[in-house]
């Protein structure tokens, strides 16, 4: 059973940082592509950054590019998005995603992030 699992999200200050994590199990994970998604209220579902080629390549969406860095642990099963100089506008709750081949995409319950003074 594929379970991903995020956690450390919360209230953080504009300009402030927070880093989330998402723990995956039951599936290869060295070899499966990984993604940060999120949902502010009343928008879509838009990607933030993804995590492929064992970790060897990344993408970002533009408004994030050189403030979020997503990263990866293989020995433990974990992604992680480092989010610095935050925005209001990246409160939203942020979603882990996994992308097995030749399976269709996994995805986690969220972690809600606040952007507030």
């Known amino acids: 059973q594929v379970q991903l699992v995020e956690s450390g999200g919360g209230l953080v200050q504009p300009g402030g940082s927070l880093r989330l994590s998402c723990a995956v199990s039951g599936l290869t994970f060295s070899t499966t592509a990984m993604s940060w998604y999120r949902q502010a209220p009343g928008n879509v579902r838009e990607f933030v950054a993804s995590?492929?080629?064992?970790?060897?390549?990344?993408n970002y969406e533009n408004s994030v590019k050189g403030r979020f860095t997503i990263s990866r642990d293989n020995t433990t099963n974990t992604v992680y998005l480092q989010m610095n100089s935050l925005r209001w506008e990246a409160t939203a709750v942020y979603y882990c995603t996994a992308h097995p081949i030749r399976d269709h995409d996994y995805w986690g319950h969220g972690t809600q992030v606040i952007v507030s003074s």
């Open positions: 995590s492929f080629n064992r970790g060897r390549s990344t």
